[in-house]
């Protein structure tokens, strides 16, 4: 089943944490490319509160405005890079 996303505004977004920022990005990413490769039988209503389909212009808009937010945010470590911070940090101790 393809992700649902709820409309945000700008102001929305810049309010909100960073860790919340990356799931709504990881929530966007999972939504389906289109609704003709979907396996939706029913047509969504055209004014609806969700983004569900990458190629809407809703979703491009959410997606560039979630970026730019962003980019103006700290760089959060992934799992892998704060790993080999630990493993760094341990061998220097040594």
Do not use: N
């Not at 649902?4 to 966007?28: I, Y």
């Not at 609704?35 to 809407?56: G, H, M, N, R, W």
């Not at 892998?80 to 760094?88: F, V």
């Amino acid at each position: 089943m393809s992700s649902r996303v709820e409309f945000k505004t700008r102001e929305q977004l810049e309010a909100m944490h960073t860790g919340s920022l990356m799931k709504r990005r990881d929530a966007l990413l999972k939504c389906d490319e289109s609704f003709k490769l979907s396996d939706q039988s029913v047509i969504p209503p055209i004014a609806s509160a969700y983004i569900e389909f990458k190629d809407t212009p809703e979703w491009k808009q959410a997606y560039a405005e979630l970026k730019s937010v962003l980019a103006t945010r700290e760089h959060v470590s992934s799992k892998k890079e704060r790993k080999e911070i630990r493993r760094q940090k341990a061998k220097h101790k040594r």
